[in-house]
């Protein structure tokens, strides 16, 4: 189960994941221990020099600002056949030029360094995620100057 929240542009998103076989069962409260994943849409300035998004969080280097912050959107896909691990798209919305996206293939642990032109058209809203198998997926989004749902398929599992 994953969780996104935004903190708005340009702060970024937070993600939240909890997995009873990684992170155990429930409280005796019957609430959720869900492990903090950080921002993956904020891989601090050293992020596409330095591995990805390795840098997200309590790092100095990371100055909280983010490629996107606004509406957020994330899917699960089915377990890859071979890893037994899902694909796990984000996207997160910066109206110009666009939606930001990233991907996990590690239940969220690292994201990919986040790709600011994830919309083929730019000053959009409104984004929608799904994953349909390990390495397709799927973006629709609300474009802004014709008023139009565009639809986007990945097949790399939401990298591009």
């Known amino acids: 189960m994953y969780v996104v929240s935004i903190r708005g542009v340009p702060g970024g998103v937070d993600l939240w994941r909890w997995n009873s076989t990684l992170d155990g069962s429930a409280n005796g409260n019957r609430t959720l221990p869900f492990k903090y994943e950080g921002q993956p849409d904020n891989c601090g300035i050293y992020g596409f020099t330095g591995g990805g998004c390795a840098k997200n969080v309590g ?95 990945s097949i790399d599992g939401g990298l591009t």
Not at 77 to 96: M, R, V
Not at 101 to 122: C, E, K, Q, W, Y
Request: no cysteine; aromatic share 6%.
């Open 59 to 153: 790092d100095p280097t990371n100055l909280g600002l983010a490629p996107g912050g606004g509406d957020a959107d994330i899917a699960v896909n089915g377990p890859d056949p071979i890893t037994h691990i899902p694909n796990l798209p984000l996207t997160s919305l910066l109206l110009a030029p666009g939606v930001t996206g990233t991907h996990s293939t590690d239940r969220g642990d690292n994201f990919s360094p986040p790709n600011v032109l994830a919309a083929l058209i730019g000053g959009d809203d409104r984004q929608w995620n799904d994953a349909i198998d390990a390495k397709t997926g799927y973006l629709a989004y609300h474009d802004i100057g014709t008023f139009n749902i565009d639809v986007q398929r």
